[in-house]
């Protein structure tokens, strides 16, 4: 036994020993191997824990799959270009560094998100425009490239340099930066918001269509949003009803949630079924209320500003008698869900 831990100290040593000689070729090894491991921890860090937290722009699971993959072959181009880089380290090489390691990062950001979708949908990506000149999706856009440039920046800087605390505060402060920024930004651009739909149903209508939920309230939730408290937004939505001055048996029949940023309430009251297509307008920043009359709609308050982002309202089939209407949603992002109101019994 005391003959084999020996053999493997041996061993260790001098693998560990090899490692740490400081010779040119093992210099350059620990450079590459820092530079590759380091911007790998932080683009995994950029999108899986970002998105675990709700801090990835949009929040949908999709866009962060996409940039995971467009950013997949950086570490191996960081290790090349650590790799190219002269062993005397001199006073402005941490500047370089981090100039190199944001290009390089934006370069494959921009560069391969865009390669992706040609790779998937050929001349049909742009929509007859070139994908490599515009933007495709705010979330997906900023998310890849804020997450390429701060790991490309750091794991350069942390190779190159002596990694002094002149190098390591720096680095601390971008990577922060990359963590909390581009969420709010993308929102702020967007117009992005957490927008809550709540459908109020009358006693009238539930009759219409012999519905009976026992109280329970089916909820929708689009992307990685904050969990719907049924008991609290319904609580919400009559103290808006009583405030508005909508007096009647309303039932919270449906409850769908989107979108981050600022909390808005949207709340659409049926007092019978959709006879044409409607679209209501989201609210933009303030709660708002559409109450269907027979001679069309109210919006109260009927000043409130709202945004070109819609929810679409459907006609039930003539042979669907227990739905007042079909919904249609989208975020600022594109990605929405459909459903009916009340919910269809399986």
Request: charged fraction near 20%; glycine fraction near 8%; hydrophobic fraction near 45%.
């Amino acid at each position: 036994m005391e003959r084999i831990l020996s053999l493997w100290k041996e061993i260790a040593r001098y693998v560990f020993g090899s490692i740490t000689t400081r010779t040119p070729m093992m210099s350059r090894l620990r450079r590459l191997l820092i530079a590759v491991v380091s911007s790998t921890a932080l683009i995994l860090l950029f999108t899986y824990s970002t998105y675990t937290l709700r801090f990835w722009p949009g929040g949908h699971s999709s866009s962060r799959t996409v940039a995971l993959k467009a950013l997949i072959l950086l570490p191996l181009a960081l290790g090349l270009a650590v790799g190219l880089w002269r062993l005397q380290v001199r006073p402005r090489d941490a500047f370089r560094a981090a100039i190199i390691g944001a290009a390089l990062g934006a370069a494959f950001g921009y560069l391969g998100i865009r390669v992706l979708f040609w790779m998937a949908f050929g001349r049909a990506a742009g929509f007859g425009e070139s994908i490599f000149l515009h933007m495709l999706q705010w979330d997906l856009d900023v998310g890849a490239v804020s997450s390429g440039v701060v790991a490309g920046t750091c794991a350069l800087m942390l190779a190159i340099t002596d990694r002094s605390w002149r190098v390591l505060l720096p680095i601390v402060g971008l990577v922060a930066v990359g963590l909390f920024l581009p969420s709010p930004l993308v929102n702020m651009i967007t117009r992005n918001q957490e927008l809550t739909l709540a459908f109020a149903v009358s006693g009238a209508a539930r009759h219409v269509c012999a519905t009976d939920q026992m109280g329970r309230v089916p909820i929708i939730e689009v992307g990685q949003v904050p969990i719907i408290d049924v008991e609290s937004e319904t609580r919400r939505v009559r103290q808006a009803l009583n405030s508005a001055g909508i007096s009647g048996d309303y039932e919270v029949v449906r409850l769908c949630r989107q979108g981050h940023g600022r909390k808005v309430l949207e709340i659409i009251v049926l007092n019978e079924p959709i006879s044409a297509r409607t679209d209501l307008f989201e609210p933009n920043g303030s709660d708002v209320i559409y109450l269907k009359k027979p001679g069309g709609w109210d919006k109260i308050p009927s000043k409130a500003r709202t945004l070109d982002r819609k929810v679409y309202l459907w006609p039930p089939n003539a042979d669907d008698g227990a739905v007042l209407t079909f919904v249609m949603t989208q975020d600022a992002f594109g990605y929405g869900t459909g459903f009916s109101v009340p919910e269809r019994s399986p």
